[in-house]
């Protein structure tokens, strides 16, 4: 397993950005296929963003396609999610994930993060 702490969360006006950031540690993080879910209030949790271990592939939720982007920095285990355009509705807890084996339409995740608040003020 690796561990994972995301940062970068906070409250933002409707239409601003965010970066959130996730430091991996514990064993080889380009080993592993990293994604970003959230849960909403009174919500499950909802996949939002997953990238590839050598980050060239990546797949988005229909709901941030076009507003968030996924990256990963393999030398500084560390993985993004850029979040531009914010609505309300983006509002959520975020957390990273992490998994050694397979792809980006993969929603099975070995390792978890703790979470990251993202409040959208209207």
């Known amino acids: 397993q690796v561990q994972l702490v995301e940062s970068g969360g906070g409250l933002v006006q409707a239409g601003g950005s965010l970066r959130l950031s996730c430091a991996a540690s514990?064993?080889?993080?380009?080993?592993?296929?990293m994604g970003w879910f959230r849960q909403a209030p009174g919500k499950e949790r909802s996949f939002v963003a997953a990238i590839t271990r050598a980050g060239i592939v990546t797949r988005y939720a229909d709901s941030v396609r076009g507003r968030f982007t996924i990256s990963r920095d393999n030398a500084k285990n560390t993985v993004y999610l850029q979040m531009n355009s914010l609505k309300p509705e983006d509002t959520a807890v975020y957390y990273c994930?992490?998994?050694?084996?397979?792809?980006?339409?993969?929603?099975?995740?070995?390792?978890w993060g703790k979470g990251t608040k993202v409040t959208v003020s209207s």
């Open positions: 514990g064993r080889t993080f380009s080993s592993f296929r």
């Open positions: 994930a992490a998994d050694p084996s397979g792809s980006v339409f993969d929603m099975t995740y070995s390792s």
